[in-house]
């Protein structure tokens, strides 16, 4: 059974989306997912038809914005964020993102074939915050390996 990476990661925007504060953060929008579609190794993302997740709201705060992703192993992940031109928006993140107290990012191995749902994604984020890195939730600090067969049976 081959298994991929899904993640999640959130951002506490400064100001709603329609705010000069948060311009940078809306027009890097669409180049950095579709950086992230021809990404090698990309699989999955959480969209809906206008090609962002930014309606998609689980959370109680409308400023606090979930991306998903699958990819197909950690190096893919690894690369995009680290080695693409997605590491230029992470550096700017602190004009358009507010400080948030509370894990930011998670991940885990789902079975290939499948994709997460938004509320899983709260699970995840909650379950590191409690409990800490483990395989049913980690980070790039402390990765644990993908599942394999005689895990599954």
């Known amino acids: 059974m081959t298994f991929h990476l899904a993640q999640c990661n959130i951002v506490k925007l400064k100001a709603p989306l329609d705010s000069p504060i948060v311009a940078g953060f809306v027009a890097a929008l669409e180049p950095i997912n579709a950086l992230a579609d021809s990404a090698p190794g990309f699989v999955w993302r959480l969209k809906t038809d206008g090609g962002d997740a930014t309606s998609i709201r689980v959370f109680a705060d409308d400023q606090i914005i979930l991306n998903m992703s699958v ?10 964020v680290y080695r693409s031109g997605h590491k230029d928006v992470l550096r700017q993140r602190r004009q ?8 930011q990012a998670a991940m885990w191995w789902i079975r290939a074939g499948t994709v997460p749902e938004p509320s899983e994604a709260v699970v995840r984020l909650d379950h590191l ?3 800490g890195a483990s395989a049913y939730a980690f980070t790039f600090r402390t990765i644990f390996a993908a599942p394999d067969d005689r895990d599954t049976e």
Request: cysteine-free; hydrophobic content about 45%; aromatic content about 20%.
């Open 71 to 80: 990819w197909e192993s950690m190096e893919a992940l690894s690369n995009y």
């Open 129 to 131: 915050s409690r409990v």
């Open 96 to 103: 358009w993102a507010d400080h948030f107290e509370g894990v």
